[in-house]
């Protein structure tokens, strides 16, 4: 590819940063030669990109629209608000906060707002298809909190509300957390709001990997149930990296207040200048359409590898992504990965639910399909790729067949380029 082709203008940097251009250029033709799937990555759109590159970075902005602790502020208040009246209008919410920097931070936010140090926190366990800011020992929600968790059926690898139920009537907790970073079915958010209603717990949801096919109607949306949710803005919403915070009236002051001046100090005006860009590109028929490609694609993928005798988690998926077993494949997630990067294919090892191995070098690999369906491809080329995939795992030795392979994936990214 000539320096042409690159993205955005680095005429600048070339001259000052040579070593740094030359990272963002491999950094960009890594993502053109390769078939990405990891499931909460995405490729954004120029606009976005034009935004997140601009001159509001320049700018502080502490506190929110018409109350700064700055001078200057007028235009970035007018980001931030239509920021704010677009994912409320998106999101049928009472109220968002738009400058945690990343889903992390806004989970923290969370708690700060609703929880003291001790307080009991239920949520997915990690290992089970969880999130790390869900209760996990090695993270500050599991450390300052006390963490208990649910996870899946042995038998179905499902969620099953029963045991979440009798759980909750178990410990009590003061916050139920739903959402889940590695689990491909559909969450009932009903039933886990009638379960901490029962035990008079606030109920979160996390909707950080499922934001854009909610958004676009694909799924039920939990900020009509939940008395909060957060999401990144980043992975299947494909807008700029960062977090959100939806709220219940009741609550939005207590969340304002955790995110700024609780958490974080200045937002980063460029990011929420594009998180708006986002929410204004999530508005239109197109994202729509890619949303439905999107849940397409990862069913086509997940039918096309059931097809080459891989065993699925749960048998398939409602969302974008597929976590797969590859026990019967013989072969572990860390291998796969490796393997499958070899050969233009990325995609992310992952522990499948009742592991018994670790998170190092786990029995899984987790796949997902928002980078590839904003490339344009389509179930056709799903097929494909399934077929890749196994090509790559039962000819590992063969390196006459894993070139085949390479070949075939730097075709389908020529034919689909990422920009
Ligand atoms: N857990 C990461 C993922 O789903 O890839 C994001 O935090």
């Not at 007018?78 to 738009?98: G, S, T």
């Not at 042995?154 to 410990?171: D, F, S």
């Amino acid at each position: 590819m000539s320096k042409d082709e690159t993205l955005l203008s680095t005429a600048s940097l070339d001259k000052v940063d040579p070593e740094i251009a030359a990272t963002i250029e491999n950094e960009h033709k890594r993502q053109q030669e390769n078939l990405i799937m990891i499931a909460s990555e995405n490729l954004v759109s120029r606009a976005v990109l034009e935004a997140q590159g601009s001159v509001l970075t320049n700018k502080y902005a502490e506190g929110y629209p018409g109350a700064r602790y700055y001078g200057g502020c007028c235009f970035v208040d007018q980001a931030e608000e239509l920021a704010y009246k677009r994912a409320v209008e998106l999101f049928r919410a009472d109220h968002v906060n738009v400058q945690p920097h990343s889903g992390t931070s806004a989970n923290m936010a969370v708690y700060l707002a609703l929880l003291k140090p001790g307080d009991r926190i239920l949520g997915m366990d990690l290992s089970h298809g969880g999130h790390l800011t869900h209760g996990s020992k090695v993270n500050i929600s599991g450390r300052y909190y006390e963490a208990h968790s649910y996870g899946v059926d042995r038998e179905t690898n499902y969620i099953n509300l029963r045991h979440v139920r009798e759980k909750a009537i178990e410990i009590k907790p003061k916050l139920i957390i739903a959402g889940a970073s590695s689990y491909p079915r559909l969450i009932d958010y009903a039933g886990f709001r009638s379960v901490a209603d029962e035990v008079g717990a606030i109920f979160m949801v996390d909707m950080a990997h499922t934001a854009g096919l909610i958004a676009a109607g694909m799924h039920p949306n939990p900020v009509e149930t939940a008395d909060i949710v957060t999401a990144t803005t980043h992975k299947t919403f494909r807008g700029p990296r960062g977090g959100m915070i939806f709220c219940k009236s009741q609550y939005a002051s207590a969340i304002d207040k955790a995110v700024f001046p609780g958490l974080q100090g200045g937002p980063l005006m460029h990011i929420v200048a594009a998180k708006a860009v986002a929410f204004k590109e999530a508005m239109t028929p197109e994202f729509i359409q890619y949303q439905e490609t999107v849940l397409a694609n990862a069913r086509a993928l997940a039918e096309a590898l059931i097809e080459h005798k891989f065993d699925l988690i749960t048998g398939g998926t409602d969302t974008h992504l597929i976590l797969v077993d590859l026990r019967r494949k013989g072969i572990s997630g860390r291998l796969a990965e490796e393997l499958l990067e070899g050969v233009h294919l990325t995609v992310n090892k992952n522990v499948i639910p009742f592991d018994p191995k670790g998170a190092n070098d786990p029995s899984g690999i987790r796949l997902g399909t928002p980078t590839l369906s904003s490339r344009g491809m389509k179930p056709a080329q799903m097929t494909e790729i399934a077929s890749l995939i196994n090509k790559t795992i039962e000819y590992r030795n063969d390196q006459e067949k894993l070139a085949e392979v390479r070949n075939s994936a730097s075709r389908l990214c020529l034919e689909f380029p990422a920009y």
